[in-house]
């Protein structure tokens, strides 16, 4: 009598579920295990493997964001007393990205890794729109490059308008000392009337704002006082001394420079660390909703394989007792 009962309900499953004969059902079992990834009837195998990639890259990508996030907090504290340096600098000379020179030296500032959202981008994009307003039949302007990413960047369409090309910044913590030797070799290489340096200056984890500032030479910054041209307090103090007034202009700009630098290495390394744990973590979460669905897809795969197994064996026995 049970067997009976057995043989009315597998004939009912055969006649709900699948009308295939057993031959056909055998082909299409076949058929997913050998499925592409991509279609819509795959192999647990191929799922299991799935899952195993993603949750590898979920590991990666949760501690890539724990080393930024180590990483950042010792640079920030740096580059929020680096802004103290070049404050008042900026006070007295000024900070006038609209003054007119001919002689144009675009100092960029960018990280040597990737994974860090847009923010070599962003500095890349401003740096060739500068260069794209500075440039003129009398005027010349020319690149200097601090990173691996801005560097792969501008060498695809303006090679030959790249003076120096610096790398490898981060790869030790950077201090003051070696910054203005950096400055130092910048200002000794090249011929300029304006330096625009543009980085990232940090604000939060999520948000960091795009930067330019202008350093002077002494020769416009003289032209500009005598023309009445938008200065600092520079002429409000008396210069007493030795020293010419041209000579304190020359070493005002040049530790000028070498202050601002220090700090748009500094903001920039922030918000290279910041953006990373922040694409990091977007990383992290879309792992484990792919995850999701991928384990949604192996228990359904899974359970209609187990039903298709059950159905083969209830039919062979209402076969073999028929």
């Known amino acids: ?106 100092v960029t500032v960018s ?17 060739r729109a500068l260069h794209k307003l500075s440039s003129g039949p009398e005027k010349e302007t020319k690149y200097v490059v601090l990173g691996e990413k801005a560097k792969a960047q501008l060498v695809r369409d303006s090679k030959k308008d790249i003076s120096i090309i610096f790398t490898e910044l981060q790869k030790n913590p950077l201090n003051y000392t070696q910054v203005s030797v950096l400055a130092d070799d910048i200002l000794k290489n090249v011929e300029y009337d304006a330096l625009r340096v543009v980085f990232n200056k940090f604000q939060s984890v999520v948000s960091f704002l795009p930067t330019t500032s202008t350093i002077l030479s002494p020769e416009v910054v003289e032209r500009e006082a005598e023309s009445g041209g938008k200065l600092g307090d520079l002429d409000s103090y008396e210069i007493e001394g030795g020293e010419t007034k041209a000579e304190i202009l020359q070493n005002l700009a040049e530790f000028q420079f070498s202050c601002v630098l220090f700090n748009a290495v500094l903001e920039n390394a922030c918000s290279e660390q910041g953006a990373r744990m922040s694409a990091m973590d977007s990383s992290s979460r879309n792992a484990g909703d792919m995850l999701d669905r991928l384990t949604l897809t192996y228990n359904r795969t899974r359970q209609a394989s187990i039903t298709t197994e059950l159905i083969e064996i209830i039919s062979g026995a209402s076969a073999l007792e028929g």
């Open 111 to 127: 990280s040597d890794k990737g994974l860090c959202g847009g923010i070599n981008s962003t500095s890349v994009k401003i740096s």
């Open 1 to 106: 009598m049970a067997m009976a009962a057995l043989r009315r309900e597998g004939r009912r499953l055969t006649t709900v579920i699948s009308p295939q004969p057993i031959t056909a059902l055998r082909s299409s079992l076949l058929y997913e295990e050998q499925a592409p990834l991509g279609v819509r009837s795959i192999s647990t195998q191929v799922v299991r493997t799935r899952m195993k990639s993603v949750k590898n890259i979920q590991k990666i990508t949760k501690a890539m964001k724990m080393v930024a996030a180590s990483k950042l907090r010792a640079i920030q504290v740096r580059a929020e007393n680096s802004r103290g340096l070049w404050q008042p600098f900026t006070a007295l000379l000024g900070d006038n990205p609209s003054v007119d020179v001919k002689k144009n030296v675009i």
